[in-house]
């Protein structure tokens, strides 16, 4: 009864909306009353579901046009105001997407400050909505780490873009100065650090809308992957010319390569879409700790060998100081003498 009473209370719910939407946008134009009906329809309190791709189609229709910024706030205001654990996870859905195929940079969102406003959201109307909680809360970060990623990169970059496109974004990051690569570099594994923490929902409560936000992530995951392996290979193409980089940014690189590293048992469960590229990816990271580690040893050799060296050039100083001495004192005595000159007649007596 409980689960009948609140499938009736959310179609009412759903209705009342469209219905208000209607008469609110009666007097906007036509694309702007078709992008907030089609996000009503597609984040419904009742459907246990993902959101209906052909109604989000139809809202990120509009994401590269000069109605953006109205599909944009339409979601933060859906966000907003709903307190109902199935809306909120929908309309972020829809709002990943938004941000994924749209040019548009929107500027709603910033790192580390929490723009959608989600981190004490709570729905306890059934324990899937609890279990849903905990995910919104965490996607709502999440969607804040990936905002700022294209707007620090520039670009996200497809998994189907040919070797012409990847070698392309190769030369870009090379015109780029190291400290700057680095930077870039610390974001996107920040991001790498953010999967990690996703929520482990219970067998029980798992369902469809969980495996979509799955499916997202793991799309993002190996995008991210690609941009971090080109901005690694930059870089240790610099770590081995006879100029490297400054101390300062090698040591910001051993620390990104501990942080992936730690990273590494997390996002193994993500392997399995494209198992290629993440194995290409982490031998990228192998190989560069080796060269570090081979570098580091090199150094720590030739730091032995100056000390030695210094050390031979202190004894071999202090050898001729002690031969100074012993001529600076020989003795000038009688005896002296008449050796000194017993050497000078065998010398004139010698047969040539």
Known sequence: MAKLKSLIIGK?????????????????????RYIHLALLKSTTHTSHKPPNSNYISDVVSYSNSRHAPVAFAAVMWRLQVTKNAFVAIKSLIV????????????????????????????????????????????????????????????????????????SKEKDRVS?????????QTDSLVTFFEHICTRPDTPLLFRNKIVDEIRELVIQDYFTVVILVMVRLQVLNERLIEPEPVGDSSLNDLRLVLMRLEECKESL?????????????????????????????????????????????DEEMVELASSFQTEWVTFDDSETATNELLKWESEWETFDD
């Open 12 to 32: 009412v719910k759903d209705k009342a909306s469209i219905c208000k939407a209607r008469l609110f946008h009666s007097f906007s134009s036509k694309p702007v």
């Open 95 to 166: 709002f990943h997407k938004l941000i994924k195929s749209s040019r548009y940079m929107f500027e709603g969102l910033d790192l580390r400050r929490n723009s959608l406003k989600l981190n004490n959201f709570s729905d306890k109307s059934s324990n899937l909505a609890v279990e849903l909680s905990r995910w919104i809360i965490w996607y709502g970060l999440y969607l804040d780490c990936l905002s700022w990623i294209l707007k620090a990169v520039g670009s996200f970059p497809n998994l189907t873009e040919s070797s012409k496109e990847k």
């Open 175 to 183: 015109s780029y100065q190291t400290g700057y690569i680095m930077r």
């Open 268 to 312: 193994s469960g993500l392997f399995w879409r494209y198992r290629r590229l993440a194995e290409d990816f982490w031998c990228l990271v192998e190989t560069l700790k080796a060269d570090m580690v081979h570098n580091d040893k090199e150094m720590v050799k030739l730091t032995g060998l100056v000390q030695t060296t210094v050390k031979d």
